[in-house]
């Protein structure tokens, strides 16, 4: 079995530090927390699971925090969470059975990281991140902004998830902040930075720029491939936001060069030609949705509903616009499969089930006359 040091950076996390500390404490077998400035009673809190705090001069580096909580490891492998983590139950169960056959050696594991959710608790967006590494292998984060560790060495994807249970309000200002911050210092972003850059920009509605540097991105055949096709998404997004619609759904379609489609980009084209009324070619776009699968191992976004829920519940309401309401019945029935208790979903089965009546209805009339 092996032995697992977790590693944490936190500030003002009276919320929920014991709330994922208790999800993990026995799981790990040291405890690493590194406060990096709260005025609350984060500390205190800590103190009750470990006595290995330590603090770290904020410096709006993320990567610089993480790496020196890193060297206070001593197991191991090093867990890494955020305060606002947790393993659920089934993933604790799962977890445990990972530290007691993991392999030596394996370096990374790549483990799930559920961050949205519907209103039922479903997962709608996750992906996958370095979560376990050897202690060994020396990994350092990289980046002052969504930091990152460059996969090497053996990898093993594991379906263990994380799940991020938010709970105080979100600094929206922080991240194009620290970007900012480092190019008036001088400081060149890499790709990975340009390109969250590029949706800090977005998210903020300053598209023109945004867009610049999302078509450098697109031009750099040395950016990885899932960020270029995400690239792809939030440039059409931009696109639309302008009132540029055929400009956006070129956007969506130039993903198809780097990769076979995405479920998410069928489903955006499919939404395109919805609001066209072009009925037809939506339901072509959200048919070939339902025909992709996600891709783990490639590492990109996933959001869950592209490949089930969301074309079908959209099939519905484009055979039901064109006239065809056996069929977008048959769709709305397969959209249940996948969120049975879904307002829109039940919405659409009374829907039809007060036509079906009014039909019946005419023909009885019909027959009478």
């Given at each position: 079995m092996i032995e697992?040091s977790l590693?944490m950076?936190?500030?003002?996390?009276?919320?929920t530090l014991?709330?994922?500390l208790d999800?993990?404490?026995?799981?790990?077998?040291?405890?690493?927390i590194v406060?990096t400035?709260?005025?609350?009673r984060?500390?205190?809190?800590?103190?009750?699971y470990t006595?290995q705090?330590?603090s770290?001069?904020?410096i709006?580096?993320?990567?610089?925090?993480?790496n020196f909580s890193?060297?206070?490891a001593t197991?191991?492998?090093?867990?890494?969470?955020?305060?606002?983590d947790?393993?659920?139950?089934?993933?604790?169960a799962?977890?445990?059975?990972?530290k007691?056959?993991?392999?030596s050696?394996?370096?990374m594991?790549?483990?799930?990281?559920?961050?949205?959710?519907?209103a039922?608790?479903?997962?709608t967006?996750?992906?996958?991140?370095?979560r376990l590494l050897?202690?060994?292998?020396?990994?350092?984060?990289e980046g002052a902004?969504?930091e990152?560790?460059?996969p090497?060495g053996v990898?093993q994807?594991?379906?263990?998830?994380v799940?991020?249970?938010?709970?105080?309000?979100y600094?929206s200002?922080r991240?194009i902040?620290?970007?900012e911050?480092?190019?008036a210092?001088?400081?060149i972003?890499?790709?990975r930075?340009?390109?969250?850059?590029a949706r800090e920009?977005?998210d903020?509605?300053?598209y023109?720029?945004a867009e610049?540097?999302?078509y450098?991105?697109?031009?750099?055949?040395?950016?990885?491939v899932e960020?270029?096709?995400?690239?792809?998404?939030v440039?059409?997004?931009c696109?639309f936001?302008?009132?540029?619609?055929?400009?956006?759904?070129?956007?969506l379609?130039?993903?198809?060069?780097?990769?076979?489609p995405r479920?998410e980009?069928?489903?955006?084209?499919?939404n395109?030609?919805?609001?066209?009324q072009?009925y037809?070619i939506?339901?072509?776009?959200y048919?070939?949705?339902?025909?992709?699968?996600p891709?783990?191992?490639?590492g990109g976004f996933?959001?869950p509903d592209c490949?089930?829920y969301?074309?079908?519940?959209q099939l519905?309401?484009?055979?039901?616009?064109i006239?065809?309401?056996k069929?977008a019945?048959e769709?709305n029935?397969?959209a249940a499969?996948w969120?049975?208790?879904?307002p829109?979903?039940?919405?659409?089965?009374?829907?039809?089930?007060?036509m079906l009546?009014?039909?019946?209805?005419?023909?009885?009339?019909?027959?009478?006359d």
């Amino acid at each position: 079995m092996i032995e697992i040091s977790l590693c944490m950076i936190v500030k003002d996390e009276e919320k929920t530090l014991a709330r994922c500390l208790d999800s993990v404490k026995d799981l790990v077998d040291e405890i690493i927390i590194v406060d990096t400035g709260s005025v609350d009673r984060t500390i205190e809190i800590a103190k009750q699971y470990t006595d290995q705090i330590f603090s770290f001069p904020w410096i709006d580096d993320f990567a610089a925090a993480r790496n020196f909580s890193f060297l206070k490891a001593t197991k191991e492998y090093i867990l890494w969470l955020d305060a606002d983590d947790v393993l659920l139950e089934k993933d604790r169960a799962a977890f445990r059975t990972l530290k007691e056959t993991l392999s030596s050696d394996v370096s990374m594991v790549m483990m799930r990281y559920n961050v949205a959710f519907d209103a039922t608790g479903k997962c709608t967006f996750y992906y996958y991140r370095e979560r376990l590494l050897r202690r060994d292998k020396n990994y350092r984060w990289e980046g002052a902004i969504h930091e990152v560790i460059p996969p090497s060495g053996v990898i093993q994807y594991v379906e263990i998830a994380v799940t991020h249970q938010k709970v105080k309000a979100y600094d929206s200002e922080r991240n194009i902040r620290i970007f900012e911050k480092m190019i008036a210092d001088g400081r060149i972003l890499d790709r990975r930075q340009s390109y969250y850059y590029a949706r800090e920009l977005r998210d903020h509605g300053r598209y023109w720029k945004a867009e610049q540097i999302l078509y450098k991105i697109l031009d750099d055949d040395n950016t990885w491939v899932e960020n270029r096709i995400d690239a792809c998404r939030v440039l059409a997004d931009c696109l639309f936001h302008e009132g540029k619609d055929k400009d956006a759904l070129l956007a969506l379609v130039r993903s198809f060069q780097y990769d076979i489609p995405r479920a998410e980009i069928c489903c955006e084209i499919g939404n395109y030609f919805l609001k066209k009324q072009k009925y037809t070619i939506s339901i072509y776009w959200y048919e070939q949705a339902l025909k992709q699968r996600p891709n783990p191992i490639k590492g990109g976004f996933c959001e869950p509903d592209c490949y089930g829920y969301l074309p079908c519940i959209q099939l519905c309401v484009c055979y039901d616009r064109i006239g065809d309401f056996k069929k977008a019945q048959e769709y709305n029935e397969k959209a249940a499969q996948w969120k049975p208790a879904n307002p829109s979903v039940l919405y659409n089965r009374n829907y039809f089930h007060e036509m079906l009546s009014k039909q019946t209805a005419a023909v009885k009339e019909a027959k009478h006359d």
